[in-house]
């Protein structure tokens, strides 16, 4: 059967590090044996059908064949159509009333437990909030991402210790249900 997926890749085309083409990162996949492969933005999103795999076996050899084409390590998740359109529609923020700037969708590799976030005294970020979804986090920034202390808190290494994370946007969250549909 064949599936739709959409790869995150972590880190790539930042500041100038860890430079990864989409021509090439869409010729890399098609190689792997993908088909429809699209990319979206510039930051690492890439859109697939396979019919092999599962998610973590897609994102292991995703990872590996990066590695093996450019010389360095990227961190991939990959999620199929149907958990990135839950992801959407479980938002517990008025996503339709903010902007796509103050709204986020922290993917991660597995799940994650309330445990991790104890720690975090949630009212003294106000008026910036979060909460936790399947293997995701929804993170409501009103001034921002860049300027997010929450996001600064939720970011460090004890927290995500032992997975991988990574942090769209609203409005790359909806572009990536609507890419992913079949």
């Known amino acids: 059967m064949t599936t739709t997926y959409a790869a995150?890749?972590?880190?790539?085309?930042?500041?100038?590090?860890?430079?990864?083409?989409?021509?090439?990162?869409?010729?890399?996949?098609?190689?792997?044996?993908?088909?429809?492969?699209?990319?979206?933005?510039?930051?690492?999103?890439?859109?697939?059908?396979?019919?092999?795999?599962?998610?973590?076996?897609?994102?292991?050899?995703?990872?590996?064949?990066?590695?093996?084409?450019?010389?360095?390590?990227?961190?991939?998740?990959?999620?199929?159509?149907a958990y990135l359109k839950a992801v959407a529609e479980a938002c517990p923020f008025p996503a339709a009333e903010l902007e796509a700037r103050q709204l986020h969708v922290t993917y991660f590799s597995g799940p994650v437990d309330a445990e991790r976030f104890a720690e975090i005294d949630q009212a003294a970020f106000l008026p910036e909030e979060f909460r936790l979804g399947d293997r995701a986090l929804y993170l409501y920034a009103p001034n921002g991402l860049g300027r997010s202390k929450l996001a600064e808190q939720l970011a460090r290494p004890r927290i995500t210790k032992g997975l991988i994370a990574t942090t769209r946007n609203w409005n790359t969250v909806v572009k990536l249900v609507e890419l992913t549909r079949a």
């Open 8 to 81: 995150l890749l972590r880190g790539i085309n930042v500041g100038g590090a860890k430079k990864v083409p989409m021509a090439d990162l869409r010729t890399l996949m098609e190689g792997l044996g993908h088909d429809a492969v699209r990319t979206y933005l510039q930051s690492g999103q890439a859109v697939f059908t396979s019919d092999h795999g599962d998610e973590e076996s897609l994102a292991a050899e995703l990872r590996g064949a990066i590695e093996k084409r450019f010389g360095f390590g990227v961190d991939v998740i990959v999620r199929d159509h």
